[in-house]
C-alpha cells in the first residue's frame, strides 16, 4: 500500500534529525480520549488519515510512545468545551501510529496545521505542529515551518499523509 511504503520511504532517507518544536499553542486539553478516528457522524470536512512513527535519534521505535493530537474544524474553531477533533493513541511496539480525522482549515494569520505533544518514557516530551506542503500559507504567517510540512495526496477521496516524529533522549 502506497502510505506503507511512504513510511520505509521516510525512513530510509531520514537522518533522524529531531523534530523541530513549535509549542502547544494556548488551546491544549490534558485527558483528551483514546481513540484512532475523529471522525463523527455528520461532520463536515475533508477525510484526511495520518500514519508515521515516532523514533530515537537513531531510528529505534521508542517504547511507550504517545501521541496527543487537537485541531480546528472547517470554521477554524476548536472545542474547548468538550474534546471534538482532539484524541490520544499509544504507538505499537515498533513506534507507528495512525489516526483518521478531516483536514483542517487554515485560521487567521495561521497555515493549515494539527497541534500535536508526543511524549514517551525515556525521550523528552515535544509539543510541535503537523503542517501541510502545497498549502499556500505553508511558509508564511506566525509559526509556519518548513521541516513540519508533511506531504499529502489523495486516494479514493481521503487526503492521505506521513509523518515522522524524532525525539531526544530524555
Ligand atoms: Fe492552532
Same mark, same amino acid.
Given at each position: 500500500m502506497a502510505?506503507?511504503?511512504?513510511? *520505509?520511504?521516510?525512513e530510509a532517507t531520514d537522518q533522524f534529525i529531531p523534530t523541530e518544536e513549535v509549542g502547544p499553542g494556548p488551546f491544549y486539553?490534558? #485527558? *483528551?480520549p483514546e481513540r484512532h478516528s475523529f471522525r463523527e457522524k455528520g461532520m463536515d470536512g475533508e477525510p484526511l488519515r495520518i500514519n508515521g512513527k515516532v523514533l530515537d535519534t537513531r531510528g529505534r521505535p521508542l517504547t511507550g510512545a504517545r501521541i496527543e493530537m487537537w485541531h480546528v474544524n472547517t470554521k477554524g474553531e476548536y472545542d474547548n468545551e468538550g474534546f471534538r477533533l482532539r484524541g490520544q493513541v499509544a504507538c505499537a511496539a515498533n513506534g507507528?501510529?495512525?489516526f483518521e480525522t478531516i483536514t483542517p482549515v487554515a485560521y487567521s494569520s495561521r497555515c493549515m496545521h494539527l497541534h500535536v505533544r508526543v511524549s514517551a518514557p525515556s525521550a523528552k516530551t515535544i509539543?510541535?505542529?503537523? $503542517?501541510?506542503? #502545497?498549502?499556500? @500559507?505553508?511558509?508564511?504567517?506566525?509559526?509556519?515551518?518548513?521541516?513540519?510540512?508533511? @506531504?499529502?495526496?489523495?486516494?479514493? #477521496?481521503?487526503? $492521505? #499523509?506521513?509523518?515522522?516524529?524524532?525525539?531526544?533522549?530524555?
Open positions: 502510505v506503507a511504503a511512504a513510511v *520505509s520511504e521516510l486539553k490534558a #485527558g *483528551s507507528e501510529y495512525w509539543a510541535t505542529e503537523i $503542517q501541510f506542503d #502545497g498549502d499556500p @500559507k505553508a511558509t508564511k504567517g506566525s509559526g509556519a515551518r518548513t521541516s513540519l510540512a508533511m @506531504k499529502t495526496a489523495m486516494n479514493n #477521496g481521503e487526503r $492521505q #499523509g506521513t509523518f515522522l516524529f524524532v525525539l531526544r533522549d530524555a
